[in-house]
């Protein structure tokens, strides 16, 4: 079997009998990849701590044609994080990132921009800490890498203008509504200088999250939008959202 070397991202692990680890890792050319690493938590020389949640490495490993696990022989170690862990709010909001990636993404070859993403916005959490603009910068992006923005500057079902003031808006109708299409009786109302701030962040580099601060009210509504969207897509609530409804997070 052809050794593979890649980078990759950890995203989940689960320790399997006595000392193996069974890993979920984000790779650039291979997309998601799940592997099996025999003895991970016993050899210091092949793994150490290098398939540790969040850490960035240089992977080595041989896929078995018909085998869903990879075989994991040995993990270089590039970047632990280990800022990630400096408070709940932090880890947090770093587990999620990584659960939602792995959620909207499988293992289709190529996922280059979305490893370059999840890769700043780690970097940029392990650096400066939680921030609603870092979770809400990662969640319209990841959005538009899947394909499933919602439309935001015009009507989703006719593409008229907008009217002035709160906008309604539902993803599963496809984003903003005119009051045409039935915008006044829409769940949510989102201000029209949300809707333009979020259509500029989809416009800004993938790997920058410093600089941003948003008003209160487009953090909200915002996240509001997102979170909106991200439920017409994903198969279920994801286990790391409610520990971010316990840490009063997912606001």
């Not at 792995?102 to 940029?124: M, N, S, W």
């Not at 808006?169 to 829409?186: V, W």
Request: glycine share 10%; proline share 4%; hydrophobic share 40%.
């Amino acid at each position: 079997m052809k050794l593979i070397i890649s980078p990759a991202i950890v995203l989940h692990h689960t320790n399997y009998g006595e000392a193996d680890r069974i890993v979920t890792l984000l790779t650039p050319d291979y997309g998601r990849i799940k592997g099996f690493a025999r003895s991970a938590r016993k050899s210091r020389k092949r793994f150490g701590a290098s398939l540790e949640m969040f850490a960035e490495v240089i992977l080595h490993w041989t896929q078995r044609p018909g085998s869903d696990l990879a075989s994991l022989r040995e993990a270089e170690l590039v970047r632990l994080r280990t800022g990630l862990r400096r408070d709940l709010e932090t880890l947090a909001l770093a587990g999620y990132g990584c659960e939602l990636t792995g959620a909207l993404f499988d293992d289709t070859v190529g996922a280059a921009e979305t490893f370059t993403l999840l890769q700043a916005f780690l970097d940029h959490l392990d650096d400066e800490g939680f921030s609603a603009e870092a979770r809400l910068l990662l969640e319209m992006r990841l959005l538009s890498q899947a394909g499933y923005v919602p439309h935001l500057q015009h009507c989703a079902l006719c593409n008229a203008a907008l009217p002035s003031g709160p906008v309604g808006f539902s993803a599963m109708r496809g984003g903003s509504l005119c009051n045409a299409c039935g915008g006044r009786a829409a769940d949510l109302h989102i201000d029209r200088m949300t809707l333009g701030t979020l259509g500029r962040i989809l416009q800004t580099p993938v790997d920058r999250f410093d600089g941003f601060r948003l008003s209160p009210l487009s953090r909200s509504e915002g996240l509001a939008v997102a979170a909106d969207a991200l439920q017409c897509h994903l198969p279920g609530p994801l286990k790391s959202q409610s520990f971010m409804i316990d840490l009063n997070l997912n606001l």
